[in-house]
Nanobody
Framework: QVQLVESGGGLVQAGGSLRLSCAASGRTSSNFAMGWFRQAPGKERETVAAISSSGATLYADSVKGRFTISRDNAKNTVYLQMNSLKPEDTAVYYC?????????????????WGQGTQVTVSS
């Protein structure tokens, strides 16, 4: 079992930045792929970014060049640096872990989930 706790969400103006953190505990998370997902009201949960156990990354087209995912295995923590935020980035952001070390798109590929953290971008 893996427990995930997100932090770092909040209210920011358009063009601003936020850094989300996801602290993992339980089974050895360094062997897991990790991902960030988001869900806006009335919309399905979507992949934002993911990172494999070896550091390979993938990003949704909508965030490429603005968001960066990284991990610190010594701290069992995954980060999402979000720059040039837009109002359409407003959503609840979730951290998730995948038992396989390889990254995949799609929430259904991930096994463990955090509770989420709200990100609101004002125009």
């Amino acid at each position: 079992q893996v427990q995930l706790v997100e932090s770092g969400g909040g209210l920011v103006q358009a063009g601003g930045s936020l850094r989300l953190s996801c602290a993992a505990s339980g089974r050895t998370s360094s062997n897991f792929a990790m991902g960030w997902f988001r869900q806006a009201p009335g919309k399905e949960r979507e992949t934002v970014a993911a990172i494999s156990s070896s550091g390979a990354t993938l990003y949704a087209d909508s965030v490429k060049g603005r968001f960066t995912i990284s991990r610190d295995n010594a701290k069992n923590t995954v980060y999402l640096q979000m720059n040039s935020l837009k109002p359409e980035d407003t959503a609840v952001y979730y951290c998730a872990a995948r038992s396989s070390g390889s990254v995949r798109y799609g929430p259904s590929r991930y096994d463990y989930w955090g509770q989420g953290t709200q990100v609101t971008v004002s125009s």
